[in-house]
């Protein structure tokens, strides 16, 4: 089993950076994709990005040129650079770790408000 927590949310102004962290526990051994996802009250969770273990990187429209997914695999710890924040980017924002066997963990989740 492994645990995630993510870390780094908080209040943020629009326009504005925030990077968050997520860092991974137990089973790790055999995580490949690991991702952001994130979740208005409402609406169904929606991808961010994601990143394989080689460090390949996959973006959802919304983001492309405004956050930057990275991956420390030394300190099991995946990264979610964001800029340019919008309002309606305001959300509970999701760690996904997948691992070679399609068994999927989530974190809990660290909201991030962007508002003035």
Known sequence: QVQLVESGGGLVQPGKSLRLSCAA???IFGINVMGWYRQDPGKQRE??????????????????GRFTISRDNAKNTVYL???SLEPEETAVY????DNVLGVVSWGKG????VSS
């Open 47 to 64: 991808l961010v990005a994601t990143i394989t273990r080689s460090g390949s990187t996959d973006y959802s429209d919304s983001v492309k």
């Open 110 to 113: 660290t909201l991030v408000p």
């Open 81 to 83: 650079q964001m800029s």
């Open 94 to 97: 999701y760690c996904r770790a």
């Open 25 to 27: 526990s137990g089973s």
